[in-house]
């Protein structure tokens, strides 16, 4: 091979494409980490959501460079299970997100005992101070968060973690992504009550510990939500089952205004015993109310069943997952 064959990869714009995706995800989650988590003590689950319960405990070390302690082995499990090309994107990621997460509190906090106090009046001199809207911050920052992981795992790496806990149980438990991550995460949030909530190992419990424990589920929950929702898309495909009299007229409608194909089925009624066929149709979410429409007005005697193609794989769809791709659910 030579040169010129190993350069390629990296001049096309797909490659360019992957990892710029790929650094912006990170920049997204680590500011929705800044600026929205770790001011008011949410602990929403993953390396930094741990870095943020330490951090109470050891203040001098900022919540970054925990990330960095819990993410190196967590990485080479990546290398090993995941293969080099994925592993090298999610070190990559797993490397650049603590260090953004650093500059960028230095950034915002005017000195060094802002930082190791992270308290949100000093943030951007007090300009972003949320304390009075903690449930307005807590969905803010799972938007941030869930927005970020999801550019990154689209691009078939992770942002390290909690990420790789849930491919791993994936791929070797049958269990979906978003909801791995959940359950890995839910350890951390309790350790962020013993920690935050009743003193455990600071000597100073929260008052509010116990609704900080609550933001930070909830915060879980609507990050793992945007996630799946930048994986697989807003809705579901819907599926139709059609029986009518009048195909001729269907088919014309199926095949030349909606752009698509569908199926017979040779069918038999229970109470007639007659033989029929029933249309199988598979369309987007929003075309279901113009098919419902035409299928009034061509014949309003039809029997239709409408429910959800909960993935829908082929032509005019989703392409085939390779093999170990994520996916959400």
């Known amino acids: 091979m030579d040169a010129k064959s190993l350069l390629e990869p990296m001049c096309s714009w797909a490659w360019w494409r992957t990892w710029v995706l790929i650094l912006l995800g990170c920049s997204i989650m680590g500011a929705g980490f800044v600026l929205f ?3 008011y003590n949410f602990v929403p689950g993953g390396v930094y959501g741990m870095g943020i319960v330490l ?3 050891f203040p001098s070390v900022q919540v970054g460079t925990f990330g960095y302690m819990f ?3 967590l990485m080479l499990t990546a290398l090993w299970i995941f293969g080099g090309h994925f592993g090298t994107r999610t070190v990559v990621a797993a490397f650049y997100t603590p260090g953004f997460m650093n500059i960028l509190t230095r950034l915002v906090y005017p000195d060094q005992a802002a930082v190791e106090s992270l308290d949100p009046a000093l943030l951007l001199n007090g300009h972003l101070d949320l304390s009075n809207d903690l449930l307005l911050t807590c969905i803010m920052g799972a938007v941030w968060v869930g927005i970020g992981q999801g550019l990154v795992v689209r691009q078939q790496a992770t942002t390290g973690g909690t990420d790789i806990v849930g491919m791993l149980l994936q791929k070797f438990c049958g269990i979906k ?12 949030v309790m350790s962020g009550l013993a920690v935050i909530g009743f003193g455990l190992g600071t000597g100073e419990a929260s008052s509010n510990g116990w609704m900080l424990t609550l933001y930070s589920l909830l915060m879980i929950y609507a990050s793992s939500r945007v996630v799946a929702y930048m994986l697989d898309g807003a809705s579901y495909d819907k599926l139709l089952f059609i029986i009518s009299d009048h195909h001729d007229p269907l088919k014309k409608f199926i095949i030349e205004e909606l752009d698509r194909s569908a199926t017979y089925i040779k069918s038999k009624g229970m109470y007639t015993d007659t033989v029929r066929d029933m249309i199988f149709l598979v369309v987007s979410r929003k075309e279901v109310r113009q098919v419902q429409h035409k299928i009034k007005e061509i014949d309003p005697r039809a029997f239709v069943v409408v429910t959800d193609a ?3 794989f082929g032509e005019g ?3 085939f997952p390779e093999k170990n791709e994520i996916q959400a659910e």
């Open 37 to 39: 988590i770790n001011p």
């Open 55 to 57: 951090h109470n405990i």
């Open 71 to 73: 993410d190196v082995p």
């Open 177 to 188: 992504f978003s909801t791995g991550i959940f359950l890995a995460d839910g350890f951390v």
């Open 310 to 312: 909960y993935e829908t």
């Open 317 to 319: 769809f989703k392409q």
